[in-house]
DNA sequence: ATCAGTTTTAACGCAATTTTTACGCGCCCC
DNA sequence: GGGGCGCGTAAAAATTGCGTTAAAACTGAT
């Protein structure tokens, strides 16, 4: 199979990824043949793949650019494999799957107890390989703080992930209720919501027409989160259909 | 509750360590000599196990008290393990080590990809085993982290890896329900946890509408952790909602 | 069987929250 | 000018949720 050396995008003419920018891993052999084999599978499946064939490039690749994900044989030429794990877990957090020829028992803890988060024996199938990286990117994302769900507007700071409301710096108490309205206020950021649609949303269906809630809730609000509550900037009111939350 | 006579009293025979405080483990196995020889081997690390012979006792086991990690072998005589891994994914977060004989590659797949952590074939070595839970337990304390897993906030300090909680320079000891309780704080430290979610977590998913548990385990922690228990520092109430662990 | 440590259950006072009620203001239209 | 009407504010009333304590039930070890 030709295929010119400057190109690293090597997955062009095999089945194309869906996602060009997956994941990256980082890919530690210093056999060729595997090297090349790894970046087929891998590549073709959606990943990003960053090759290295020594313990110090590994080491200067991953901190050039973070890999998610780094796959490393153990039997480099220059550093041991131990001393790698060792110096990334000093500062990097993704996983590190070692893939070893050797398979001596000791081995596997000593790696697995330098912080490696699994340990696979040559020969092994692509399949295995390509679970046991869903398993640890899986676990990457969920160790991470994933999503940022924050609001802000004129000093006004909504934190959905720790349900925490900030007024400048100043942390401010909201009630459940309080809250949910405020929240719902921030999903529609911008656009008008009706008095109904709000009352169905926070106090449930059977609520629909007690439009006083209404009153006296966003009263509440303004006070603790508007400077000047009687001039509501970000609380606003649409006379005879409902409230609206402003947005840069 | 009815709990048949032959499950009256299968592991008090063996007369392992004398404190035995360590993570619970839930061993599914239903061939009783594998079982007898992990009980040994775990108990002695300061483990504490938990067995189950099938995959109806083991999702019983599991949500009456709810374990810290599940060693699951798939070769059980009533129901498919990979049923068990998803009816425990549905409600648990806790590590999942799949341990089995038949070593084919698509049952290791099915096995990872429906929830399971790791993959051991039999036979394996104990060292293994151990090493693997380690990495498991480690990933479960939050931090991906090689180094020591410790949370401290404002004169506490939680050491996961020890199982120890300091308050100011002096430990306090904890009842395993009040430990699970505040690690499962400090795993979400900063982020409001429903009172759902810790009863979840905590006491199983039969238990999810005891909130009075939360109360009086909360006044318990209070009591041993925070200097002034009536103006929580910590340990602090998210009023209806649940709650939540100061951070920074 | 007994005992200490732990978990579950129950009860009660208090605090926070929600709901209800009342009142004042500006506006438009008769 | 007066009477609805929609809106904002305040405070009382009702409800719910929380913290605390103590006793009862349970568990594992001696």
Not at 171 to 189: D, F, G
Not at 209 to 231: D, N, Q, S
Request: proline share 6%; with cysteine; aromatic share 6%.
């Amino acid at each position: 199979m030709f295929r010119p050396a400057k190109f690293h995008s090597t997955h062009n003419r095999e089945a194309p990824p869906k996602h060009v920018d997956g994941p990256q891993l980082l890919v530690v052999e210093d056999e060729p043949e595997i090297r090349r084999f790894l970046r087929a599978s891998l590549g073709s499946h959606g990943y990003r793949v960053v090759e290295a064939e020594s313990g110090a490039e590994a080491l200067r690749r991953s901190s050039e650019s973070p890999p998610d994900l780094v796959l490393l044989d153990l039997g480099l030429p220059d550093i041991d494999g131990l001393e790698v794990i060792r110096q990334m877990r000093a500062w990097m957090t993704a996983p590190i799957i070692v893939v070893s020829a050797r398979g001596r028992e000791a081995e596997k803890v000593c790696a697995l107890d330098a912080g490696a988060d699994d340990y696979l024996t040559k020969p092994f199938g692509v399949e295995e390989l390509l679970a046991r990286i869903r398993v640890a990117l899986r676990h990457a994302a969920g160790g991470t703080e994933a999503g940022e769900s924050v609001f802000a507007v004129d000093g006004l700071r909504v934190d959905q992930a720790r349900r925490q409301v900030f007024v400048g710096d100043k942390e401010v108490h909201l009630t459940p209720i309080e809250y949910r309205l405020l929240t719902t206020l921030v999903k529609h950021a911008g656009k008008v919501i009706t008095h109904r649609q709000l009352l169905k949303e926070v106090w449930g269906p059977g609520s629909v027409f007690e439009t006083h809630y209404l009153r006296v809730y966003m009263a509440h609000l303004r006070r603790k989160i508007e400077p000047e509550p009687a001039r509501p900037r970000v609380l606003l009111t649409e006379p005879g259909i409902g409230y609206r939350l402003a947005s840069d």
